[in-house]
């Protein structure tokens, strides 16, 4: 057993059960006659409730893990088990499932269609969900109910990429996977939009994974996974997590 599995296994005994059990994921991609070894064996857990920040550069891996936790993959080898379902062996019909009733994203760039209104965008979401938040609910939560009739065009970066997180939180996501929200943003702004997620995570209980190359946003998690080169290299869990006044950017 590797020291990082070890770690992992003392974590999950101090933790409520695994929502995530990742084992042995590896996934390689075919670049013509190059193969890219994007994963090699990676064990995970991630727990219910939790915030957990991947830390890494470009290139070591954790896109592509948070990727397949959320259904957008599928690994090449190894297992990925959501709850009781079995995502590394599941159909595209039933990874669509998945992503539509389970998983909430929140990435870089905001992805709103320009010519509808923040509550619109939010919306989109609500219609497909099962049970939605209502969108002016959604967004009063990320502090926009005074902007919900405004178009994108009309809102700063920092509001917009809100506005996405009040989509992905709206349909009542039970993991919500954050592909460097904050990397578009200037600082002050992603000290924002971090505190939004925060709050998303205590006040609404949803299991948060945070994607950054910042080391200092790791004090705000729970625990910290450090990747390089398609391997975790180290875990490591938080005392007690930082409040954003106190991390040194």
Not at 5 to 19: D, I, K
Not at 117 to 128: H, K, Q, S, Y
Not at 199 to 207: A, D, I, M, P
Not at 224 to 239: A, D, F, K, L, Y
Request: glycine content about 8%; charged content about 25%.
């Amino acid at each position: 057993m590797t020291p990082v599995s070890e770690s992992l296994r003392a974590a999950a005994g101090t933790q409520r059960v695994p929502v995530f059990r990742a084992r042995g994921v590896s996934k390689v991609y075919d670049m013509g006659e190059v193969k890219v070894h994007a994963l090699k064996a990676v064990d995970l857990d991630l727990f219910q409730g939790e915030l957990l920040v991947l830390l890494g550069a470009s290139g070591s891996g954790k896109s592509t893990l948070l990727n397949i936790l959320g259904g957008l993959d599928v690994p090449t080898s190894g297992t990925v088990v959501y709850r009781d379902h079995d995502l590394s062996a599941a159909d595209e019909r039933e990874l669509t499932r998945y992503r539509r009733e389970h998983v909430g994203f929140v990435f870089q760039f905001y992805n709103l269609i320009p010519s509808l209104t923040a509550r619109e965008n939010v919306e989109l979401v609500t219609d497909i969900a099962r049970a939605p938040m209502p969108a002016t609910q959604a967004l009063d939560l990320v502090g926009l109910a005074d902007r919900m009739d405004h178009f994108p065009a009309q809102l700063s970066g920092g509001e917009q990429q809100r506005v996405a997180i009040a989509r992905a939180v709206a349909k009542r996501p039970d993991v919500l996977l954050c592909d460097e929200p904050t990397g578009a943003l200037d600082l002050e702004t992603g000290k924002r939009v971090l505190a939004v997620l925060e709050q998303v995570n205590r006040e609404v209980g949803t299991t948060i994974a945070i994607i950054t190359h910042n080391a200092a946003i790791g004090a705000l998690g729970d625990r910290v996974i450090r990747m390089s080169s398609g391997v975790i290299v180290e875990h490591v869990r938080n005392e007690r997590r930082a409040s954003l006044d106190e991390i040194q950017w």
